[in-house]
């Protein structure tokens, strides 16, 4: 497993840009799949958007996609979610998730973070 710490959030009009970053420790941060992940107040954690271990293959869910970008630095440790047209059903608390499987599911994911709030005003 590996530590994830998450960066960014914030509070945001409709229509604005936030970038969140999740910062992982140790060595192994390049064999992971990263996922992004978010839960609103009274709802499930639903999955955000998706990158496989190299960068290579990304993946969204169609309420963000056009909008939302993942992307990863293996150098750094770090995984990104770039959040551009942003809109006030977006809010939620953002969670990064490592795991070995690019997955979509809560369960595809076993090391978590400790989540970031955006709150995106109308």
């Known amino acids: 497993q590996v530590q994830l710490v998450e960066s960014g959030g914030g509070l945001v009009q409709a229509g604005g840009s936030l970038r969140l970053s999740c910062a992982a420790s140790g060595r192994t941060f390049s064999r992971y799949a990263m996922g992004w992940f978010r839960q609103a107040p009274g709802k499930e954690r639903e999955f955000v958007a998706g990158?496989?271990?190299?960068?290579?293959?990304?993946y969204y869910a169609n309420s963000v996609k056009g909008r939302f970008t993942i992307s990863r630095d293996n150098a750094k440790n770090t995984a990104y979610l770039q959040m551009n047209s942003l809109k006030p059903e977006d809010t939620a608390v953002y969670y990064c998730?490592?795991?070995?499987?690019?997955?979509?599911?809560?369960?595809?994911?076993?090391?978590w973070g400790q989540g970031t709030q955006v709150t995106v005003s109308s």
């Open positions: 998730a490592a795991g070995l499987v690019a997955g979509t599911r809560v369960a595809d994911f076993d090391s």
């Open positions: 990158i496989s271990w190299s960068g290579g293959n990304t």
